[in-house]
């Protein structure tokens, strides 16, 4: 943990995320994969110069899945850059990162194109899951998402293109028809800052599904997972409950998170993970929907979903979203055994989305 000083500095070179310490360790500390981890887990591997400065990293997060009843340990890539007078040792971090003996799967879902070229030369494949490389959103404030374009481009006068690129998707939503708010009596749609226990009685349902790779999802792996974000009010939850008799059941939620894009002034928010009982479609429809309110509400410039499986996308889909090429695959994985590289050669058993990984840690 007394790396973090060089690391940061070592990130903000080439223009990669930071955070700062306190939220660095909380990656590892008290991060519920561990517990049933008996042996030290090296929380990544560094390059030192002679004169001991950090010039190298490859971070290494523990999450917990299961398929089919079955607790597996998997191993995440976190924040690999090495400088420039040092990069013929970037394979061997990846080499060490691809070996560590206690890991069932290795998962990269933040990759760029040297990643999943490096990656992939190792053995590693894409998730099959359809159209990863294609984001689904939302445009939540037009004038915004329009100044935000604007600023991409560099355009001149960025205010009054801004307005104008605005008005014109404002149009072009009020043609697709934009579908209205509206929700299904027999369910409750709350927003919620709190993972409670009604969150772990889900995920035993949940976990008692159709045979596919889960990520872990009880209440202390989800608090853990979005604790910073829930704390700063950059992240919301949207649950969906049953009512019959007068009992409310959780049978679904949606996490949203804020993932602004500073340099071009884009307020956006990410759909981090969803989750429905039975694949509920009209559920499904519904906490995206309530979503988006949020992200109106909110001021929010769009709304993107990343990832997901088929029968996911196919209802958000149904909600007319604009779509976007990404410049990579971002999900790629690598079994350490045949067996479990067999079953996940199928598309049905993946529902990767920011939620698998480090994009929303």
């Not at 660095?24 to 049933?36: F, K, T």
């Not at 059941?249 to 884009?266: E, H, P, W």
Request: with cysteine; glycine share 6%.
């Amino acid at each position: 943990m007394e790396d973090h000083a060089g690391v940061a500095a070592l990130e903000k070179r080439y223009g990669l995320f930071t955070t700062s310490k306190a939220v660095w360790c909380q990656r590892w500390q008290g991060n519920p994969a561990l517990e049933r981890v008996s042996t030290p887990w090296p929380i990544g591997w560094i390059v030192e110069t002679e004169a001991g400065q950090v010039a190298g990293f490859f971070g290494n997060i523990p999450m917990a899945y299961e398929i089919n009843g079955k607790r597996m340990l998997a191993a995440v890539t976190n924040s690999w850059v090495v400088d420039e007078d040092h990069r013929s040792q970037s394979l061997k971090l990846l080499n060490r990162f691809l070996n560590q003996p206690s890991v069932d799967l290795f998962l990269s879902t933040t990759a760029n194109s040297q990643t999943m070229a490096a990656m992939m030369a190792f053995k590693a494949h894409k998730v099959p899951q359809p159209d990863c490389d294609q984001a689904l959103f939302w445009i939540t404030n037009y004038p915004g998402f329009g100044r935000a374009l604007a600023a991409k481009a560099n355009t001149p006068f960025p205010e009054v293109i801004g307005q104008i690129a605005g008005l014109g998707f404002g149009i072009a939503d009020v043609v697709r028809r934009r579908p209205s708010l509206l929700t299904p009596k027999i369910h409750k749609f709350d927003t919620t800052l709190v993972f409670d226990d009604r969150f772990d009685v889900l995920w035993q349902r949940l976990r008692s599904g159709p045979g596919m790779l889960r990520l872990v999802r009880d209440r202390s792996s989800l608090n853990w997972h979005f604790r910073r974000f829930l704390n700063d009010d950059d992240a919301w939850i949207v649950t969906c409950e049953k009512v019959e008799k007068n009992i409310d059941t959780l049978t679904g939620y949606a996490v949203f998170v804020r993932q602004d894009n500073a340099k071009i002034g884009l307020r956006r928010a990410l759909l981090a993970d969803i989750q429905v009982e039975g694949n509920d479609k009209g559920v499904i429809r519904d906490l995206v929907l309530t979503g988006l309110a949020e992200c109106r509400a909110r001021r929010l410039d769009l709304l993107e979903a990343i990832g997901l499986a088929a029968t996911k996308r196919h209802v958000l889909k149904g909600i007319t979203p604009w779509t976007r090429r990404l410049p990579n695959w971002p999900y790629l994985y690598k079994a350490r055994t045949s067996s479990l590289a067999e079953m996940l050669r199928n598309p049905t058993f993946w529902d990767a989305s920011p939620i698998d990984g480090d994009a929303c840690l």
